[in-house]
T-cell receptor, first 113, second 112 residues
């Protein structure tokens, strides 16, 4: 089955720790995205990548970092610099940026203890 | 800067009724508009994508329309069922932009 997987489903972090959220896709898509979702707010773009070894900041990149070493993988690290990291994180992919349909993974819920 | 609005934030409808969900956007220079469904605690499921050159798209009981001149899109759901209960989100992609702008969604409850 083609699709996007995210792991873990739930993640707990102590203050001051960095954590990495996994996103893998087997759709052969070039573009991948990370969004953050908070109650009562629309999805906000953290980072996106148009191609391997390239990525761009979105609207709320501060306190986050990404890498794109393989086409199918786009991990997100939430660093200790992110002041309010508790949220639902969604990964998405599309054939290309700028116009194609986006497909989403099941999400990771991050809670800071 | 594009802004996308979905009103109402919540809607309850008896089973079997037809219903319309609304999506408004401020910048009409959109490349496409996408409708998604989100169940509680889950990711987004793509329902329909309308290109800027299209007026509507249909999939089963769902029909999405696009009117760029008025800055509006609607999602029509025919013969609603309890399984349609979810939050529905619309998102617009503008020309020259690689990112979607999302509305905050309409939480739909179908009453059996």
């Amino acid at each position: 089955d083609g699709g996007i997987t995210q792991s873990p489903k739930y993640l707990f972090r102590k203050e001051g720790q960095n954590v990495t959220l996994s996103c893998e896709q087997n759709l052969n898509h070039d573009a991948m995205y990370w969004y953050r979702q908070d109650p009562g707010q629309g999805l906000r773009l953290i980072y996106y990548s148009q191609i391997v070894n390239d990525f761009q900041k979105g609207d709320i990149a501060e306190g986050y970092s990404v890498s794109r070493e393989k086409k199918e993988s786009f991990p997100l690290t939430v660093t200790s610099a992110q002041k309010n990291p508790t949220a639902f994180y969604l990964c998405a992919s599309s054939s290309w940026t700028g116009g194609d349909e986006q497909f989403f993974g099941p999400g990771t819920r991050l809670t800071v203890l | 800067k594009q802004e996308v609005t979905q009103i109402p934030a919540a809607l309850s409808v008896p089973e079997g009724e037809n219903l319309v969900l609304n999506c408004s956007f401020t910048d009409s220079a959109i490349y496409n508009l996408q409708w998604f469904r989100q169940d509680p605690g889950k990711g987004l499921t793509s329902l329909l994508l309308i290109q800027s050159s299209q007026r509507e798209q249909t999939s089963g009981r769902l029909n999405a329309s696009l009117d760029k001149s008025s800055g509006r899109s609607t999602l029509y759901i025919a013969a609603s069922q309890p399984g349609d209960s979810a939050t529905y989100l619309c998102a617009a992609l503008n020309f020259g932009n690689e990112k979607l702008t999302f509305g905050t969604g309409t939480r739909l409850t179908i009453i059996p």
